[in-house]
Structures are given as structure tokens and as C-alpha cells.
């Protein structure tokens, strides 16, 4: 299936733990994004990249790290986890360039819960 | 900053009424405006779209009209199911960035 998928689905872990999140598209994007979803439902971006190149950072402790390996893949690392930490994470992607929009595809999300 | 602020949930529907979610927006150009919906458990899918003033966007009987003059874009429904309980995002996207707003929970009774 054509999709945005992310890995694991649920992760628990303990206080100041390091801990990666992945995420994959196959859908030919060239734009990925990620996303903080707290328990009050409300969602804010984190990073976008585009073409591996880092376009958005908004202001996140830089405990977290995203990595693009490639175009399809945009990985997030984050080291010594706190509580606050405790969220769904959302990966999406989209094109770039030209459209007035292009559409966000959003991958199942990973709940994250720290201990 | 760019922001949008929807109506605070939960609502609560019975079967057959009618939806609105208020939603309005602040920005400083002219952003483009989405009705994003998520399901229990699932990621966030596109409902509808309208991408500049007057616009409405329309989908699975949920429409959206893109109000300059408000700064809105009330999201209806003529007729809830019990399939259409869910979180229900308004956005905004200026240069590829999505701003959500809060979200709203929406529950159909049957």
C-alpha cells in the first residue's frame, strides 16, 4: 500500500532514556514533517524537511534530533526523555513547489509514554 | 503569529442533526484553510479544502466557505452518523506549515 508509516506504533520507556522513532513514504514526496500531538489533542509542528535538507525548526528542545537519510525516511531521535515528553507523534509528508497547497498525508502516529 | 481557534468540545449529536463547528482564523497573508478529521486511533486524514476567499470545500456531506471578511471557516453537516464521531482540526497553511487549531470532539448518538 501507498502510505506513511511509522515504527513502532507504541513506545514506553523510561525517564532519560534515548529513543528513536521512524518513518517512512512511499508515495514519491519530497517534503516530510513532524508533528506533537498532546493529551489535549492539540497538534504542533515540530520539523519539516525537504529534500533531506531541514526547512522548518520550530521551538523544540534540541534533545530532539530528526534525521533524513533520505527523501522517503525522516527519523526522530530523542535523547534524555522527560515526562512532558509523553505525546502521539505524527509523521507526514507531501510535495513541495508550484501548488498553491500540497496536501499533507499523515502517517497512524506513535504514542509515546514516559515513565 | 499565524492561529486558528475552533469551538471547545465535546459536542454531542444525536443521529440526524445538524453539525457546525465554528472555526476562525488570524494570519497575516492569505493562507490556505483545512478541515482535517481523526479518527479513534488513526492518523489525521484531509476533509475538505478551500484555498482562497469565497472558496467552499465539500466532502462526505461536510462543507466549509472560506469567509475573508469573518476570518472564518465553519465546518457543517446537514445530517450526522454515528460513523462521523471523531476530532475535528481547523488549519491554516502559510509556506508549507500547518497551524491547527485545538480540536473539537465530535460524538453521534444513535
Known amino acids: 500500500d501507498t502510505a506513511v508509516s511509522q515504527t513502532p506504533k507504541y513506545l514506553v520507556t523510561q525517564m532519560g532514556n534515548d529513543k528513536s522513532i521512524k518513518c517512512e513514504q512511499n508515495l514519491g514526496h519530497d517534503t516530510m514533517y513532524w508533528y506533537k500531538q498532546d493529551s489535549k489533542k492539540f497538534l504542533k509542528i515540530m520539523f519539516s524537511?525537504?529534500?533531506?535538507?531541514?526547512?522548518i525548526n520550530e521551538t523544540v528542545p534540541n534533545r530532539f534530533s530528526p534525521k533524513s537519510p533520505d527523501k522517503a525516511h525522516l527519523n526522530l531521535h530523542i535523547n534524555s526523555l522527560e515526562l512532558g515528553d509523553s505525546a502521539v507523534y505524527f509523521c507526514?509528508?507531501?510535495?513541495?513547489?508550484?501548488?498553491?497547497?500540497?496536501?499533507?498525508?499523515f502517517g497512524p502516529g506513535t504514542r509515546l509514554t514516559v515513565l | 503569529g499565524d492561529s486558528v481557534t475552533q469551538m471547545e468540545g465535546p459536542v454531542t449529536l444525536s443521529e440526524e442533526a445538524f453539525l457546525t463547528i465554528n472555526c476562525t482564523y488570524t494570519?497575516?497573508?492569505?493562507?490556505?484553510l483545512f478541515w482535517y478529521v481523526q479518527y479513534p486511533g488513526e492518523g489525521l486524514q484531509l476533509l475538505l479544502k478551500?484555498?482562497?476567499?469565497?472558496d467552499k470545500g465539500s466532502n462526505k456531506g461536510f462543507e466549509a466557505t472560506y469567509r475573508k471578511e469573518t476570518t472564518s471557516f465553519h465546518l457543517e453537516k446537514g445530517s450526522v452518523q454515528v460513523s462521523d464521531s471523531a476530532v475535528y482540526f481547523c488549519?491554516?497553511?502559510?509556506?508549507?506549515?500547518?497551524?491547527f487549531g485545538a480540536g473539537t470532539i465530535l460524538r453521534v448518538k444513535s
Open positions: 494570519a497575516t497573508g492569505y493562507p490556505s
Open positions: 524537511y525537504n529534500n533531506k535538507e531541514l526547512i
Open positions: 488549519a491554516l497553511e502559510y509556506g508549507n506549515k500547518l497551524v
Open positions: 478551500a484555498t482562497k476567499a469565497d
Open positions: 507526514a509528508s507531501s510535495t513541495s513547489g508550484g501548488a498553491i497547497y500540497n496536501e499533507q498525508f
